[in-house]
Structures are given as C-alpha cells and as structure tokens.
C-alpha cells in the first residue's frame, strides 16, 4: 500500500503564494509519476501539473507560468510552489502518484484566495 499526505493549504490573499507538499509512505518505488488536481466547490475535480521520474513536468494552461512542480526523491516528497494566485484558484488540492499501474490519492488541502 501507498499513503500519500498533503499539506500547506490555507488563506492566502490574491497576488500570494502557497507552496503545497506531498509526502508519500509505503511500497514506493524508484520512479514514478506525482500529479496534483484540485476541485472547485461544484465543479469537476481538474489536472493542474505533473512530474515524471525523470523530472518531466507539464502543466494546465490555467497554472502555466505561475505554478511550479517539483520532487525531492530523497525525502519521497512533491511540491507545488504556487505563485500569483487568483480567487479562481481556490479549490481542494489533491496529490495522486501512479505506482506499478495504481493510482493513489491523497486526502487533499483546501487552498483559498480571497482579501
């Protein structure tokens, strides 16, 4: 089994950062795929970025230029830097990580931005 926490979610006003953290436990292997999601109050819960094991990362048009994913493999742990951030953005943010063909979620952090 695979567990996998988020953390660092909170209020934070328009133009503010957040940086979100994933630590992921259990039967890991050396190298796989991390994506965060987040879902919006009403609406479907939607990709925002990835990371492969060798460091490939790809993003939504909407978090383009203003989120920034990342992996630090010793630690088992995933980051997302967000900057900028927009009320559009307010949403529960969810890691996932895909291991031997499963995908594992996290139980997600509420991310707010609002003055």
């Known amino acids: 089994q695979v567990q996998l926490v988020e953390s660092g979610g909170g209020l934070v006003q328009p133009g503010g950062s957040l940086r979100l953290s994933c630590v992921a436990s259990?039967?890991?292997?050396?190298?796989?795929?991390t994506a965060w999601h987040r879902q919006a109050p009403g609406k479907q819960r939607e990709f925002v970025a990835l990371i492969t094991g060798s460091l490939h990362t790809q993003y939504s048009d909407s978090v383009k230029g203003r989120f920034t994913i990342s992996r630090d493999k010793a630690k088992d742990t995933g980051y997302l830097q967000m900057n900028s951030l927009k009320p559009e953005d307010t949403a529960v943010y969810y890691c996932?990580?895909?291991?031997?063909?499963?995908?594992?979620w996290g139980q997600g952090t509420q991310v707010t931005v609002s003055s």
């Open positions: 996932n990580a895909v291991i031997r063909g499963v995908v594992y």
């Open positions: 259990g039967r890991l292997v050396t190298e796989y795929t």
